[in-house]
Structures are given as structure tokens and as C-alpha cells.
């Protein structure tokens, strides 16, 4: 792991996201970052490189990309806004040629293990709290049953099997009925084009067979525009994304423009589809994160990187990391806990976050003050 012994002022940190194409919320909050810190090219800590929309395909550019930045001498921090496949073995070679720098990782596809292994912090989505509370909320709103809308790609991923029999677990002890549905894969042969079809020809179905107070969840991106467009429409209930922000969705589903003045400005954003969802008779049926997950996620870390180079914070206190997380989303509150790997060991560079959840035309729900039982975290 990285060591800073003094402080410094004249330093360099970057910033690596998508596109606009690719994930506009990620690009946004690196954007908010250059804009708080300065560019280098202006006097300011931050250089921006967005890396190639076809990542899979272009790994080894985003490696050298990431490891370009360590023949800076200045550069103090790496941040990975989204840490794409190709961000281990990136932050391996950074390791090995410059250990001072700071390898800091958002909302990583890679296996946590090896994350944890080469970053000095992660942050992830919690999927383990989140599988009760996603459930326990739907109650809450209303809902007696909960439809897990997925496909075999999705659940051979670890998180997201972990997470569904989670949820099933929370259903029947919270006395609701669990229902799992098939969706095609938006990468198969269908397109995104057919599997979208597919969910706006079913809900309406689903509801008449599992009844209008039934809460859907999805774990595709793909799959949540339709989704909620039918269940603004027909019914029924739609807690949170699988990584909810105002902007995963809602903006296709209920035709909502956000002008230039909007984009970034989360309670603009939050107030525009809220007014949009109450106006299509959907409000205390739909919720969402009201700060995009990515936009913050950026922002913390940018904020924390910056406070241990300058000394004024310990890299791995936790509270410290949540403070950050809460002051780039006011009004908004956050939890989180250490992830535990296959050992049984509990990470601290690694931890998972999660917000509260926002219900339009309700407010916030208060899950970040919840507890969640402690048998949850024992579901594999």
C-alpha cells in the first residue's frame, strides 16, 4: 500500500472515467472534480483521461493509459471512477513503479479479492444490505410480493446470486411471496432492442398473475427503462435500481430532457423526475438513490485522496471515507461496512456503501439507520 510521509501542496492526481456514451454519470463527476481542483494544465491536481468505450475489447490501452500517469512525478493518486476490467493488473504495474502513488478504485468489475489485493481503497455498492433492505423497503411502500427479474449471465456472478437469495431469504421472513423471472440477456442474440420488448410485453402480464401490489426488481440496465415505464403506467412497485441514480431509467421511461444546467445537479435532476413520476400517478410507487452512485463515488474519493495526501485524514477511516460520501450528496444519508472475503477476513480498503433510498412523492425512507440482522451477511 501506498505511504505519504509529508504533506504536500504541489502534487497531481488522476482521474479516469468513460465516456458520455458510456457512463455519463462517472464522466460527470470526474468533470466536477476538475472543476473543484483545478486541471494541471491551468495551475490545478487533476489530469482527466476517459478510456475507450469498447473496454473489454481494449484493455491493454486502458493499462497503458493508467500506468501513463506514474511517469508523472508529481502524481500523487490514481482514481478510477469506474474500475473497468484491465484496473488490476494496471494498478500492479503502477505498484511496482511507483509505490508512493494512491490506487484508489469506484464500483469495480473486477474480482474483490484481487481488488483489495493491488488498491489502497474501494468503494462498491453494497449488494449483501441492499438485498435485505431492497425488500424490507418494498414492504414498507406497500408491496406483498417481489418479482427478481434476471437471466444465467447476471446470477453466475457472485454479488448478484448472493444478493437474489438475500432477497428470496428477506421475502419469507418478512412474510411476502418471492417470485424469480427469466429476461433475455441484453448481450445475447435478441439485442437490448428485443429484451426491452420482452419486459413491456410482460409486466403487464406479471401484474395480473402476481397481482398490482407486487414490487419488481432488475439486475440489468437494459431491462429498467421498460420497467419502469410499464410500472409507471399499469401498476405496481419499483424500489431502486440495481445501481439507482434519478438518471438510470427514468429520464427514457417517462421522457424527461435535462437541459445543460441540469446535468450534475442531482436536486434539480431529483425534483424533474419527481414532478414527471407524481404527474403519471406512480408517486409512493417508485424510489431511487437521489445522487447518482458513480457522480459521488468520484467526488468522495477525489475528496479523500486529497485529504490524506495533505495529512488531514487517515487513508482507511471509515468514517472519514462516509463524511466525504455524505458531503457531495446534502440531505442524502449513507452506511456501509467492510467487505469479508472468502477467508473470512474483513477488508478495510474494501467497502461497500450504500444510500438511502428516496421515494417519490415520500421522501427518504431512512434505510441507512436500519440494521440489518446479522444473518444476512451469512447467506451465500
Not at 500506468?67 to 490514481?78: E, F, Q, R
Not at 395480473?208 to 410499464?230: I, M, S, V
Not at 409512493?284 to 488531514?312: C, P
Amino acid at each position: 500500500m501506498a505511504t505519504i510521509s509529508f504533506a504536500e501542496s504541489d502534487y497531481h492526481i488522476g482521474i479516469l472515467s468513460g465516456t458520455v456514451s458510456q457512463s455519463e454519470d462517472a464522466l460527470r463527476g470526474a468533470e466536477a472534480v476538475m472543476k473543484k481542483y483545478g486541471k494541471i494544465d491551468k495551475g490545478g491536481k487533476i489530469i482527466h483521461l476517459t478510456y475507450p468505450d469498447n473496454f473489454m475489447q481494449e484493455m491493454e490501452t486502458t493499462i497503458t493509459q493508467i500506468t501513463s500517469l506514474a511517469d508523472d512525478p508529481k502524481m500523487k493518486a490514481i482514481i478510477m471512477t469506474e474500475a473497468i476490467p484491465g484496473t488490476v493488473e494496471a494498478f500492479r504495474r503502477v505498484r511496482d513503479k511507483r509505490p508512493d502513488i494512491l490506487l484508489l478504485a469506484n464500483n469495480p468489475h473486477e474480482d474483490p479479492e484481487m481488488v483489495a489485493d493491488v488498491s489502497d481503497l474501494t468503494l462498491f455498492p453494497d449488494s449483501i444490505a441492499r438485498g435485505y433492505l431492497i425488500v424490507k423497503t418494498a414492504k414498507d411502500m406497500g408491496a406483498k410480493n417481489f418479482v427478481h427479474v434476471s437471466f444465467p449471465r447476471h446470477l453466475s456472478y457472485e454479488m448478484m446470486s448472493r444478493r437474489r437469495n438475500i432477497m428470496k431469504q428477506a421475502a419469507k421472513d418478512l412474510g411476502m411471496g418471492f417470485y424469480e423471472v427469466s429476461a433475455p440477456d441484453p448481450v445475447s442474440d435478441v439485442g437490448v432492442a428485443g429484451a426491452q420488448q420482452y419486459i413491456l410485453e410482460q409486466v403487464p402480464n406479471w401484474l395480473k398473475q402476481y397481482g398490482k401490489e407486487t414490487a419488481f426488481f432488475c439486475t440489468n440496465d437494459a431491462h429498467t427503462e421498460p420497467l419502469l415505464k410499464r410500472v409507471a403506467e399499469e401498476g405496481g412497485y419499483f424500489v431502486e435500481a440495481d445501481l439507482p441514480s434519478p438518471t438510470m431509467g427514468y429520464p427514457g421511461a417517462l421522457g424527461i430532457k435535462f437541459s445543460n444546467d441540469e446535468r450534475g445537479n442531482w436536486p434539480k435532476i431529483l425534483a424533474k423526475v419527481e414532478k414527471a413520476v407524481i404527474g403519471k400517478g406512480a408517486g409512493g410507487r417508485m424510489g431511487t438513490w437521489s445522487y447518482s452512485y458513480n457522480f459521488a463515488g468520484a467526488q468522495a474519493l477525489a475528496d479523500h485522496a486529497v485529504k490524506v495526501i495533505e495529512e488531514k485524514e487517515e487513508l482507511l477511516d471509515f468514517d472519514a471515507v462516509m463524511e466525504n460520501l455524505k458531503n457531495n450528496t446534502p440531505g442524502a444519508g449513507w452506511n456501509g461496512s467492510y467487505f469479508i472475503d472468502s477467508d473470512g477476513v474483513e477488508r478495510e480498503n474494501y467497502i461497500l456503501v450504500y444510500q438511502d433510498t428516496y421515494v417519490f412523492g415520500k421522501g427518504y425512507m431512512g434505510v441507512t439507520k436500519l440494521e440489518v440482522p446479522e444473518k444476512y451477511f451469512d447467506v451465500k
